[in-house]
């Protein structure tokens, strides 16, 4: 895609606003810790490799608004915008590991002034943006090997550019078969509640010209028994060390749905995504999100008033139900804990 979904511009980082697609197309402006946590939180950006991008920018932007203060109280602030930024959301490990990584970047600048460690920061950001869009590439070469010519491939949520500084994981993979010359053609789920697969995922799809069939959630087991889908992506927010996804709800009963039909179930995951200090998906914390959004959509709202509500945003899917996770250094099948910590051997 040609459009950027984070972008530094004129000392601030701008991002689509997720929220208003596909009726609306417009850049929000950031400029601190601050202000980048509260658009994570409300998903004007949202995607775990987006949102590692934008917590580092958030860092590095905390740091360059506070480079004028006395060393230590520039510390002190620094620190705490990092809190804020780790509060933001607590399911997706890239929040986790890009904050880590400024952190790594800041201990290493040692005792420089604080404009210089802000502009190190900022040079890191830069870094980490542009390193997503290769890894993305590299996945979606990988995983572009495993779909055939002619694929019917299902979707869950939005794994693809807006998801990710560019390309995207799971669209990622879609996006290098058909630059490889495959025809292939996506069937994306809705994604209920926050509608990610109908609002995102067949924008992207239509901008681009790839074939897309749009369903509701509660279709795709349909299709499967027709005999309509030939293999599922999805991208991922977490992966325990044994091989245990954590994605957007709904895709743990997209995998089972896809054993039962003996149709390969893919993960595009790239490494800083794994979380290798969980053991399972049992220690995975799942974000519970605003009952408002299971109510009803923007101004329309369909629930009885006073009902119960339960909204999870995500589930875990045992690795036992994973065909394969697809990363930047290749392709693992059947994965399990020893497969997993190959990965970084």
């Known amino acids: 895609m040609n459009v950027e979904t984070l972008r530094y511009r004129n000392g601030k980082l701008e991002m689509i606003d997720q929220r208003v697609l596909p009726a609306h197309f417009e850049y929000l402006p950031y400029d601190s810790a601050q202000s980048v946590a509260e658009g994570i939180r409300a998903m004007v950006v949202r995607g775990a490799p987006a949102i590692g991008c934008a917590a580092a920018y958030g860092a590095a932007l905390e740091a360059v608004r506070l480079q004028a203060l006395p060393c230590a109280e520039f510390a002190a602030e620094l620190a705490q915008g990092l809190a804020v930024l780790a509060a933001s959301r607590p399911t997706a490990v890239n929040l986790f590991w890009a904050i880590e990584r400024m952190r790594r970047v800041w201990r290493e600048c040692g005792a420089a002034?604080?404009?210089?460690?802000?502009?190190?920061?900022?040079?890191?950001?830069?870094?980490?943006?542009a390193e997503d869009i290769r890894i993305n590439r590299a996945m979606g070469a990988h995983g572009a090997v495993l779909l055939a010519d002619g694929a019917r491939v299902l979707t869950h949520c939005n794994a693809g550019a807006l998801a990710t500084a560019g390309w995207g994981?799971?669209?990622?993979?879609?996006?290098?078969?058909?630059?490889?010359?495959?025809?292939?053609?996506?069937?994306?789920?809705?994604?209920?509640?926050?509608?990610?697969?109908?609002?995102?995922t067949a924008w992207e799809m239509v901008q681009e010209k790839i074939p897309v069939t749009l369903?509701?959630?509660?279709?795709?087991g349909h299709l499967m028994a027709h005999g309509e889908v030939d293999a599922v992506v999805v991208g991922t927010d977490r992966v325990a060390a044994n091989g245990d996804v954590a994605n957007k709800i709904g895709t743990y009963m997209v995998a089972?749905?896809?054993?039962?039909?003996?149709?390969?179930?893919?993960?595009?995951?790239p490494l800083s995504t794994i979380d290798r200090n969980i053991a399972s998906g049992a220690e995975i914390p799942i974000e519970e999100r605003d009952a408002a959004e299971v109510k009803g959509f923007r101004d329309c709202q369909w629930a009885a008033p006073g009902v119960n509500i339960r909204n999870p945003a995500f589930d875990v899917t045992p690795a036992e139900l994973v065909t394969g996770l697809i990363t930047e250094k290749g392709v693992v099948l059947q994965p399990d804990r020893a497969k997993v910590a190959a990965l970084f051997g």
Do not use: W
């Open 113 to 129: 002034a604080p404009a210089e460690v802000a502009q190190r920061l900022l040079e890191e950001a830069h870094e980490v943006l």
């Open 169 to 200: 994981t799971a669209l990622g993979v879609i996006r290098s078969a058909v630059e490889a010359g495959k025809k292939i053609s996506v069937i994306s789920d809705e994604t209920r509640p926050f509608l990610q697969g109908a609002r995102l």
């Open 256 to 269: 089972v749905l896809a054993r039962r039909h003996n149709i390969p179930f893919y993960v595009a995951c």
């Open 215 to 220: 369903i509701t959630d509660n279709m795709a």
